[in-house]
């Protein structure tokens, strides 16, 4: 009866470190936005500015109904202003970007970091006990 009441004393302890553990870390993912050739002003070396931005799917279904809007009324006002997005009256904004990390590399820096960055690839920015990591996502946005 002790032994398995330690036990399960043991199993909550080892659930609560696995929260804290999963609080300590926080995962983004992020995109390359912008790709520049830069010089640095003091040294004159030649390098690179890699501009991260986190990229979120814009949810579609954004614009609901009012109380008292029937399914039809709300379906003519989406294609109406569908159809003004499609003749330039309205910006077609299909992600939400938000600016994340800007990476100011030598060339030697950046040959060094080991990752070919390309405009518009995705990755999972992890942070974890005040390092970050980037890792190639599997996810697309």
Known sequence: MTFLLISQHLNQV????DLKEQKRTQLVLVKVLRISS??????GKLGKQIELVEARQRNSSSFTGASGVGGDETRLVKNILNQFKSVGVFPQVR????PKLTLFLTETEYDLLGIRFEVNDVYDL???DGAFMLKKSTEGV
Do not use: A, G, Q, V
């Not at 992600?95 to 938000?98: E, H, K, P, R």
């Open 38 to 43: 830069i010089t640095d002003p003091e040294s």
């Open 14 to 17: 080892e659930k609560r470190l």
């Open 126 to 128: 992890i942070m974890k």
């Open 95 to 98: 992600d939400l970007t938000l």
